[in-house]
């Protein structure tokens, strides 16, 4: 039976997504981030957000033991009860799961990374990021085939075993991969991927990457992960990507986006 594994953003509201993963009647992995939820507890909770800038040009979330608190609360306290809520709501079997759990998710810390602060380049050491290099797809799969649908998110687990962020795409990429997932979804606020990231108009039919170096259309930091995520999904073996708008009444049944291609 065919599996897909769908990324939702935290910008798009995901009560029609579950609506719809009730609707495709496949077993489904649904992996989700949850930037505004950080961003508006950080804010309650008088947590400073700051972005690391790399040299070349790509944001990323400063993540202090401060904000990978607010990061893990936010995730499991606020952006997950209410899809773990909607999808059981919509009549599926719902399990909310971080990659904690049972070692889901395992993560290697980046090293000291240089940033750009004020025009100069700076050495930042304590950033608490990682990037997934381990999925622990017996549990899934076992979940799967107890007709659960997994919701998982970030953090993922250090090789201390403590808590990581990493990047929502790039983990939704790697349990595609590990699962031998037939289809990658990356749900997003925008139409797709654009030509002009100004310009909702301007949808590529087709997204075609180089298969190493930078990617194409990466106007901002969002889209440049889900592009690099496409790329990591696709040389994993994973049939298809597309990413697509997360806003319609029905974002995977009536789907409608950019299907991502590797050139050969």
């Known amino acids: 039976m065919k599996l897909t594994v769908i990324k939702c953003g935290g910008a798009v509201d995901p009560r029609?997504?579950?609506?719809?993963?009730?609707?495709?009647?496949?077993?489904?992995?649904?992996?989700h981030g949850g930037a505004p939820q950080i961003a508006r507890l950080a804010a309650e909770m008088g947590v400073a957000q700051r972005t690391l800038?790399?040299?070349?040009?790509?944001?990323?979330r400063y993540t202090d033991l401060a904000m990978l608190d607010v990061l893990t609360l936010a995730m499991t306290g606020r952006a997950k009860p209410v899809i773990?809520?909607?999808?059981?709501?919509?009549?599926?079997?719902?399990?909310?799961?971080?990659?904690?759990?049972?070692?889901l998710l395992r993560a290697v810390r980046k090293g000291p990374r240089r940033t750009v602060v004020d025009g100069r380049t700076v050495i930042v050491?304590?950033?608490?990021?990682?990037?997934?290099?381990?999925?622990e797809d017996r549990v899934l799969r076992d979940l799967l085939d107890a007709g659960f649908t997994p919701v998982l998110s970030p953090p993922a687990a250090g090789e201390d075993g403590g808590p990581l962020n990493v990047d929502a795409d790039r983990a939704a990429a790697a349990v595609a991969v590990a699962l031998g997932a037939d289809r990658l979804v990356l749900l997003t606020a925008a139409p797709g991927v654009l030509s002009d990231a100004a310009d909702e108009?301007?949808?590529?039919?087709?997204?075609?990457?180089?298969?190493?170096?930078?990617?194409?259309?990466?106007?901002?930091?969002?889209?440049?992960?889900?592009?690099?995520?496409?790329r990591e999904a696709l040389l994993g073996g994973v049939g298809q990507v597309l990413i697509a708008d997360g806003r319609t009444v029905r974002p995977l049944t009536e789907?409608?986006?950019?299907?991502?291609?590797?050139?050969?």
């Open 201 to 230: 108009n301007s949808v590529l039919v087709r997204c075609e990457l180089p298969r190493e170096g930078p990617v194409p259309y990466a106007a901002t930091g969002g889209m440049h992960r889900k592009l690099i995520a496409a």
């Open 255 to 264: 789907i409608s986006g950019t299907p991502v291609e590797v050139r050969p």
């Open 84 to 103: 773990v809520a909607a999808l059981v709501a919509s009549g599926v079997r719902a399990i909310g799961l971080t990659g904690l759990d049972a070692g």
């Open 16 to 31: 029609p997504i579950c609506e719809d993963v009730a609707r495709l009647g496949t077993p489904c992995v649904v992996v």
């Open 53 to 60: 800038l790399s040299p070349a040009g790509v944001r990323s």
């Open 125 to 135: 050491r304590d950033d608490h990021s990682g990037r997934v290099v381990e999925v």
